[in-house]
């Protein structure tokens, strides 16, 4: 995987914002997001689904990743596989082993963001550290902007956007890219239940990620047992305002 430089770009005097979104009079029903196509994924979803929010960039960092699909609890583990030299299934079975040895996990989850660090540490050749605090700020962007990665737990909808579910959902994602606009800051991001790159606002990224604080009870009284950190998900080894930064060495 080649990293891509980033881009500024100037916005169009074509464009105007209405309702919440960036529309170019030009076109007549049909997106055209010209600055996307060098990213066929990218450029597939924001066509797909008109996002026209994005459709003026003025900043853009972005590091394809490939699909890696998890098979059980396994989205902390596809999600770091995602930015090894080896992103395969193969890969996945060696972190999970790994994990298992380490006391880490029982059947593949992680609930703690310090051991998905240290896991980080001891199998990919990036550094890695935590990042402690609400995740919608001028640091976390100028990481991302500067080439930084990150692995984040939110709570994930049916469609695997964020949302807010006390941390019932919690659903880790690979973080290698950011689009900044002149109205908002979004994250384009990949994990292991889709094959597509998915675009999230940072700040509904950072929300959804500062109130994981409860174990899904459906989980607690089920017959699969699971490794939680001392202090749950809200604790100070749990997922709460907390992320895995990973950059190149």
């Known amino acids: 995987m080649t990293e891509v430089d980033r881009l500024i770009l100037p916005l169009p005097t074509s464009q105007f914002f209405?309702?919440?979104k960036f529309y170019n009079?030009?076109?007549?029903?049909?997106?055209?997001?010209?600055?996307?196509?060098?990213?066929?994924?990218?450029?597939?979803?924001?066509?797909?689904?008109?996002?026209?929010?994005?459709?003026y960039p003025?900043?853009?960092?972005?590091?394809?990743?490939?699909p890696l699909l998890q098979d059980g609890p396994q989205c902390g583990l596809v999600s770091l596989a995602m930015f090894s030299d080896n992103p395969s299934r193969n890969m996945v079975e060696y972190l999970l082993k790994t994990a298992k040895e380490s006391g880490y996990t029982y059947n593949g989850e992680m609930f703690s963001a310090n051991n998905l660090c240290e896991l980080s540490k001891k199998c990919i050749k990036l550094h890695a550290s935590v990042y402690n605090g609400h995740l919608n700020n001028d640091y976390i962007k100028d990481f991302l902007l500067n080439g930084g990665f990150m692995l984040v737990a939110y709570d994930a909808d049916k469609n695997h956007?964020?949302?807010?579910?006390?941390?019932?959902?919690?659903?880790?994602a690979a973080v290698s890219g950011i689009i900044e606009t002149e109205e908002n800051v979004f994250v384009?991001?990949?994990h292991g239940k889709s094959k597509n790159?998915?675009?999230?606002?940072?700040?509904?990224?950072?929300?959804?990620?500062?109130?994981?604080?409860?174990?899904?009870p459906d989980r607690k009284y089920s017959n699969i047992k699971y490794c939680l950190p001392e202090g749950g998900l809200a604790g100070p080894n749990g997922l709460c305002n907390k992320a895995v930064l990973l950059k190149t060495l």
Do not use: R
């Not at 010209?34 to 990218?42: E, N, T, V």
């Not at 003025?58 to 490939?66: T, V």
């Not at 956007?161 to 880790?172: F, I, M």
């Not at 790159?197 to 899904?216: G, H, R, T, Y």
């Open 25 to 55: 009079p030009i076109t007549t029903g049909t997106m055209s997001v010209s600055w996307a196509i060098a990213y066929p994924d990218l450029h597939k979803i924001c066509e797909l689904y008109q996002m026209y929010e994005i459709l």
């Open 197 to 216: 790159v998915a675009i999230w606002n940072l700040k509904s990224l950072a929300n959804s990620n500062s109130q994981l604080k409860e174990f899904a």
């Open 58 to 66: 003025k900043q853009l960092k972005y590091m394809p990743l490939p």
């Open 161 to 172: 956007s964020p949302c807010l579910n006390n941390g019932h959902k919690a659903h880790w």
């Open 188 to 190: 384009l991001a990949k």
């Open 18 to 20: 209405n309702h919440g």
